[in-house]
């Protein structure tokens, strides 16, 4: 799907039927925002072969031991959903390995009401099952269970409570020191070595990498821990949002997963060409400065081309659709109200599953703390009308 949409993007702008005032302004702001991203489906690709040869070296060197399942990565993040909005640079790749709990092992999400945290936080506990029993108990496993403390100590590793939580709760920094440490080590293991240095990068909650060519070109990679709640596509994630810190053993709600797979679900069902891709970066290009996040505009994006068919996403109505993503935004500036996206949609394509607590639920206001400041919401308007 990105290859397909890289190639559009690669293609002639220039259509008969765009009006050609509409085509000499697309021309301008291309050149005055730099709006071509390009190779972002072959540098994912890269990411996502360095990322799973990595994994299956790890699987190899932990196979006897009781760390967390690093299940396949999982590409989110504008990078990987096709429009970036930085300069070629300043790309992240960011990717999700969801974690698994090892043998003997089970996870439990609880609630976190430890923290005034505007995203919905948990934390994850790991509770020893029984293995002696089951339909294939493991006969070269110990039960945590149901053997004595010596007989675990003599004969078998640490669980994870005892290397990667604190208290009965997974870890987040321990977890990232763990990959860090073993990314290190298992460089030299894989083929990418042969073709880039890599620099581990300091991170908290998160593996950032640097890799850099001989040539002196460099590729950011960011791998973010997760897990699944229950089977759908809402995940938890190590890696918080804010500037604010919270605890290590609080893992925050993440819809990154849910997201890609709707540019991906839109990337199948648009024309030829589709423009919302280039949309989304023609408008955060717009909006540098404003004090608008990102994902502000992405979520005004995704509510569009649910209420906008998307035959009206052909490239010839960029410069319309630019405009009515302008306006939206507007109107909810006016209203100190953005709707969050996966929250009570019924305009959600089946493909997204979304946990069951979702349908209903009051949704998030994106813009609450605008609700709750008139100033900020005066000096917000100011900016985005300055523009």
Known sequence: VHEVDNRRDSES????????????????????????????????????????????????????????????????????EGWSPHKEEDIVYCMFVPLKPPRGHAFHLEPDCTGE????????????????????????????????????KRNQVASLLHTLCTG??????????????????????????????????PSYRSCKMKLMKASGRSLF??????????????????????AHLPPSTTWLESY????????????????????????LRLCARILEGSGLSIYALKTTVMHLLTLIPLSEWQHKYLMMRVDDTMRYLRCCLEEKRLKHFFFDNEDMPQEIS???????????NLFQHLAQDPAAQTEALKKFDDL
């Open 221 to 242: 990679v960011e791998t973010v821990f997760s897990v699944q709640q229950g089977d759908s596509d809402i995940f938890l994630s190590s890696q918080p949002t804010e």
């Open 13 to 80: 702008e220039e259509s008969e039927e765009e009006n050609p005032a509409d085509r000499n302004m697309i021309w301008v702001f291309s050149r005055r925002f730099q709006l071509s991203v390009p190779k972002l489906a072959s540098r994912r690709r890269v990411v996502q072969e360095l990322l799973s040869d990595l994994l299956r070296v790890s699987h190899n060197l932990f196979s006897d031991s009781f760390f967390p399942v690093l299940e396949p990565v999982i590409g989110v993040g504008s990078a990987c």
């Open 168 to 201: 009965p709760y997974l870890d987040g920094e321990k977890i990232a020191l763990w990959f860090q440490t073993f990314v290190v080590s298992a460089w030299s293991m894989v083929p990418q070595s042969r073709r880039y240095s890599m620099k581990v990068l």
């Open 354 to 364: 979304l946990p069951p607590a979702f349908q209903g639920a009051q949704p998030l």
């Open 117 to 152: 945290i505007p995203q919905t936080s948990m934390r994850v506990r790991v509770e020893l099952v029984c293995t002696c029993t089951g339909e294939q108990p493991d006969q070269n496993m110990l039960c945590f269970l149901h053997h004595s403390e010596q007989e675990l």
């Open 256 to 279: 990154a997963v849910a997201e890609a797979k709707f540019f991906r679900h839109v990337a199948m069902q648009a024309p030829p060409r589709s423009c919302h891709l280039k949309c």
